[in-house]
């Protein structure tokens, strides 16, 4: 949500849908096979020899197997510019509220396509989080991303972050950690049931809200 009236949603099929007036109505902004196409044409338009075979393989593979890829989440950065994540590195952005879109996959120091499970941002810093404890992170909106180095190497589900170089991330047994310097170091964070924690939410009081595979909803707070 950007506000109570302006929303975006994602899900299978590389499905996004859009609402202006809180939810009434959606309008469908992009789907799978657009998504598959748009990767396919950056591919062929790169002129990086050696980076463009790989890419090129990988998009024309999305191509043949159609609109089965899902988005796993998504960030409205401002009212009108959207990042949506998912399966296989999915990154797809759009600059003008989700009427044209344009690959971010090629950005990302991700040469296995691993999944990409949540996106935050804050400020001009953008987040990524995924499998195999991938981290992502930009500090100048997209523009350029690095990979951090993890604390864990189990998958990230959720993500929050608290500022610019201050965020936390969990996911695989329950595991949370939490870093101050963009990832460069981070600390456990106690968590009393070792299940996988699948989703998150940062409360207007900045108490974080874990959501978990035993049921049960957890909250952190002062640290």
């Known amino acids: 949500l950007a506000d109570e009236r302006q929303g975006i949603a994602v899900g299978h099929g ?14 469908q902004r992009l789907q799978g096979r657009q998504i598959a196409q748009a990767l ?14 790989a890419l090129l393989a990988q998009a024309e593979r999305l191509v043949q197997e159609g609109a089965d890829k899902p ?15 998912g399966a296989y590195g999915l990154a797809m952005a759009s600059e003008d509220g989700g ?15 691993l999944h990409l499970y949540a996106v935050r941002h804050q400020g001009a810093a953008i987040l990524l989080a995924g499998e195999q404890g991938l981290l992502l992170y930009s500090a100048d909106e997209g523009a350029h991303f690095q990979r951090l180095p993890s604390p864990y190497q189990g998958s990230f589900f959720a993500a929050e972050m608290l500022s610019p170089t201050e965020f936390v991330v969990a996911g695989l047994r329950g595991q ?34 874990w959501v978990n595979q035993a049921g049960l909803l957890l909250r952190q707070r002062d640290g």
Do not use: C, F, Y
């Open 14 to 27: 590389g499905v996004v849908l859009s609402t202006d007036d809180g939810g009434h109505s959606w309008q």
């Open 40 to 53: 396919l044409d950056e591919a062929r338009a790169r002129q990086q020899p050696v980076a463009q075979p």
């Open 71 to 85: 988005l796993l989440d998504v960030a409205l950065i401002s009212p009108r510019r959207v990042l949506a994540v």
């Open 99 to 113: 009427q044209h879109w344009m690959p971010w996959t090629a950005r990302l120091d991700n040469p296995k396509g």
């Open 176 to 209: 949370i950690w939490h870093t101050r310097d963009a990832g460069q170091h981070w600390q456990p964070v106690a968590n009393p049931v070792p299940a996988s924690i699948t989703g998150s939410a940062r409360g207007r009081d900045g108490q974080l809200w």
